[in-house]
C-alpha cells in the first residue's frame, strides 16, 4: 500500500541497477550531468540552477516547516558495475492512490544501453504488485524518439497526440501514454 512507503521509499534491483533515494553524497555524480542541456530539449526550458549545482538540491531551504509525507517516488538510478548515478526516475502526482505520473532522464553517456527501459519495468513491478496505484501516465514530445520508445517497450499504451498543448513548461505536440494494471498483468510474462 502507498502508506507504506510515505517514509521510508523502497530501493529496487535489477541485473544491472540499484533504484534508491538520492542524497549529498550522490552530488559529485550528479554534477556530471544533471545540468547538460540535451537532457532539457524537449522539457521546453533549460537546466535550473538546482540542476547544474545539484548541492542545492540536497539542502532544505525552510529546515523549520514540518513537511508532510508524500505519496510520490523519486528515486536516483545507480549502476552496480561503477556504483555511479546515472539517472533518475520517478512516479509523482499520485492522485487519490489512484493514478500518477512517470518521468525519467538519464546521463547522456548513457543513452541507449537500455538503463531506462530496465529501470522503469522495476519500477512498474513495483508500483503494481506493492501499491493501489492502477493507472500511469506518461508523455513525451513527439520528437523525443527515445522517451517514446521507451513507453512502448515497457507495454504503455499510446492514448492520442496533444496538439500544440503544454506539456512541460512549452506548447508542442506530444503523446499521452498510460498503463492500466490490467495492461500490465496481460504483459507476457509477467505474471
Ligand atoms: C528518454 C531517455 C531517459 C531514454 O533513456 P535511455 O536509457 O537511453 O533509454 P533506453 O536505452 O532504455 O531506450 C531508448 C530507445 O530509444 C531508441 N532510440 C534513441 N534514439 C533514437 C533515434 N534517434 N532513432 C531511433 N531510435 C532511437 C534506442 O535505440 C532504444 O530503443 P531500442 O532498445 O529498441 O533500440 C533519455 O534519452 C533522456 O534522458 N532524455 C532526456 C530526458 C527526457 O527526455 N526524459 C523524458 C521526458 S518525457
Redesign the pocket.
Known sequence: MLKDYEIDKPILETDRLIIRVLNENDTDDLKEWLGRD??????GRKASKGEKNPELLFIDPRPWVKRKPSPDFDWGIVLKETNKVV?MIAVFDIQNSRMGDI??????E?????????A?KEVLRFVFENTEIDRLN????VR????N??ME?CGFVKEGTVRQGK?VSVYCDYNIYGLLREDYMSIPGII
Do not use: F, H, Q
Not at 38 to 43: K, R
Not at 138 to 141: L, M, N, Q, S, V
Open positions: 540535451e537532457i532539457y530539449t524537449y522539457w539517472g518521468a525519467y532522464r538519464v546521463n547522456p548513457y543513452w541507449n544501453m537500455g538503463i531506462t527501459t530496465e522503469l506518461g508523455r513525451a514530445d523525443n524518439i527515445a522517451s520508445r521507451v517497450k506539456m
